[in-house]
């Protein structure tokens, strides 16, 4: 299995970008697709999780202001994220769960410039 995330960069705060995710080789119909960030000097933490069953969970911190979305039949999932702050900033990674095994992606750098 292999993710290959795209749509990081740099933007004002107010602005948006737009993640993809594209998940490649054996992907099973039931998993979980979801976005972690990591800024410099925390952990990694949850963003957005999104199920093939349909359900999906956020961080508080994002709520309202980013929508992850998903197109099964490419295994592709996405992260609109609108009115991005400067404590946005981070290494966006893509991940795919799956018989309970995590992949991950390269990571994105997204930068929210105040």
């Known amino acids: 299995v292999q993710l290959q995330a795209s749509g990081g960069g740099l933007v004002q705060a107010g602005g948006s970008l737009r993640l993809s995710c594209a998940a490649s080789?054996?992907?099973?119909?039931?998993?979980?697709m979801g976005w972690y960030r990591q800024a410099p000097g925390k952990q990694r933490e949850l963003v957005a999780r999104?199920?093939?069953?349909?359900?999906?969970n956020y961080a508080d911190s994002v709520k309202d202001r980013f929508t992850i979305s998903r197109d099964n039949a490419k295994n592709t999932v996405y992260l609109q994220m609108n009115s991005l702050k400067p404590e946005d900033t981070a290494v966006y990674y893509c991940n795919l769960e799956q018989w309970s095994r995590n992949y991950w992606g390269q990571g994105t750098l997204v930068t929210v410039s105040s």
């Open positions: 999104s199920v093939s069953g349909g359900s999906t």
């Open positions: 080789g054996s992907i099973l119909s039931l998993n979980a």
